[in-house]
């Protein structure tokens, strides 16, 4: 499998094999990480891929396992945790629909014996249409009952899907131009650092870091390019630990710093940092 170039001469990227094993084969093990990570394979796929791994190099066993916690990651941060719908939802729903064509229980008629069979036959004929025409009305209505619920329900998770399109943090996070530097910080723990230049900004996690002393805080900055005073780039206390931090205007930044302050911080870092992170390469 090779790659090919567009009309410009630029390198487009692989398409993917019909199965698996051939991608494997290929070498494409680490491109299959977010499939791995959605659980998009199946039981199978998924053997072969760990087979794969268990026996693949290091360097590329850490680049596969590092994407397949980025893509959950950021999998989790994508979808939040919605209130359940209100019980009475589905009965505002039903309220609002059309109601149902009536479909009337019809008795026969006993008919004189004098009256034409084809008669008989044509007017049968047509009451059986009717009654099919009516019944396939009240079909469409409990169709449109359950797709009206099924909108509604499923609006919920769909809305919070829309507004985290919009979201600051996964513009960053997600934007083609982002590459990420995990440091570790002093005391333990780590800082993913999630870097986008076109977006002027970056997105700091942390991980299994402990929170700061009592009476303290962290402190983050941005370093210059030029050697003048490190800027202040905001707080984390104990709370602020397990949620993102984006900061902005780093273009002319060379590492961003985080540093051990007292509570509400400082006009300028105190030595050493507990984390450093180069945003430039």
């Known amino acids: 499998m090779t790659d090919s170039n567009d009309s410009r001469g630029r390198q487009l990227p692989r398409a993917f094999a019909a199965d698996i094993p051939t991608d494997l084969a290929a070498g494409r093990a680490v491109e299959l990480a977010e499939i791995y990570a959605l659980d998009a394979v199946t039981d199978a796929e998924r053997e072969a891929i760990d087979s794969y791994i268990s026996g693949a190099p290091e360097a590329e066993r850490a680049s596969f396992n590092e994407r397949v916690r980025q893509a959950r990651e950021t999998l989790a941060m994508s979808f939040t945790a919605e209130e359940d719908p209100s019980a009475d939802l589905f009965a505002r729903i039903v309220a609002q629909l059309p109601a149902p064509v009536a479909v009337p229980v019809t008795t026969p008629v006993a008919t004189a014996a004098a009256e034409e069979p084809a008669a008989d036959e044509l007017s049968a004929a047509r009451q059986r249409r009717e009654v099919r025409r009516r019944t396939a009305g009240l079909r469409n209505w409990l169709i449109g009952v359950a797709a009206a619920a099924v909108i509604a329900l499923g609006g919920v998770g769909i809305g919070a899907y829309v507004a985290n399109q919009?979201?600051?943090?996964?513009?960053?996070?997600?934007?083609?131009?982002?590459?990420?530097?995990?440091?570790?910080?002093?005391?333990?723990?780590?800082?993913?650092?999630?870097?986008?230049?076109?977006?002027?900004?970056?997105?700091?996690?942390?991980?299994d870091v402990p929170p700061p002393p009592a009476g303290k805080v962290y402190q983050m900055w941005l370093i210059p390019k030029d050697g003048s005073a490190p800027v202040s780039e905001g707080?984390?206390?104990?709370?602020?630990?397990?949620?993102?931090?984006?900061?902005?205007?780093?273009?002319?930044?060379?590492?961003?710093?985080?540093?051990?302050?007292?509570?509400?911080?400082?006009a300028t870092p105190s030595l050493p940092t507990v984390a450093a992170a180069p945003l430039t390469t």
């Open 166 to 207: 919009n979201d600051p943090f996964r513009q960053v996070i997600e934007a083609q131009d982002a590459r990420q530097a995990t440091v570790n910080v002093a005391g333990g723990g780590t800082a993913t650092v999630s870097i986008s230049p076109s977006h002027d900004a970056l997105v700091v996690r942390m991980k």
């Open 235 to 266: 707080l984390m206390d104990a709370e602020a630990l397990s949620k993102p931090a984006l900061v902005k205007g780093i273009g002319s930044a060379a590492s961003l710093g985080i540093t051990v302050e007292p509570a509400g911080g400082s």
